[in-house]
């Protein structure tokens, strides 16, 4: 029965989707026995202040991010952002694949849009020091400040 199993094209896409599965949880410094996600992450919101240290527009609308149980949605100064996400106490942040809406960005809110998505692309690890929350690339360089958001 396994044998039928193993030998069917299902069952071999089965055992290659799984395989790569765990390759790209391995790439990424993802242990099992991590836990997900810190308390300190989960379930704020978060408005964006920085780019690199370069403060946001005075005139653009403040990117978000909330991150909760695994799932983390936004505002990226043009449009809803989602995707799921996985943290560990040690401060390794992977990001599943961005998804946004598509509304027409242009100006200010446009460019803020791709300098937003362009780093979350590059996320690595986060930093929660006194009333922020830094998100940084492998080389722990930071890439977006934040400070939560006002009710």
Request: hydrophobic share 45%; aromatic share 6%; net charge positive.
């Amino acid at each position: 029965m396994i044998k039928k199993i193993l030998g069917s094209i299902a069952g071999q896409l089965f055992i290659v989707l799984m395989a790569l599965a765990i390759m790209s949880a391995c790439s990424r410094g993802i242990k099992a026995n991590d836990p997900v996600p810190q308390a300190a992450l989960d379930k704020h919101s978060w408005q964006l202040t920085a780019i690199e240290g370069k403060a946001i527009p005075n005139d653009a609308a403040a990117p978000t991010l909330k991150f909760e149980n695994g799932r983390l949605t936004g505002f990226t100064g043009c449009n809803r952002l989602f995707a799921s996400y996985l943290a560990s106490s040690t401060g390794s942040l992977a990001l599943s694949a961005l998804g946004t809406t598509k509304m027409a960005c242009m100006g200010t809110g446009g460019a803020l849009e791709r300098a937003v998505l362009q780093a979350l692309e590059a996320v690595d690890l986060y930093a929660l020091p006194l009333g922020q929350l830094n998100l940084l690339d492998a080389n722990h360089k930071i890439l977006l400040t934040y400070i939560p958001e006002k009710p």
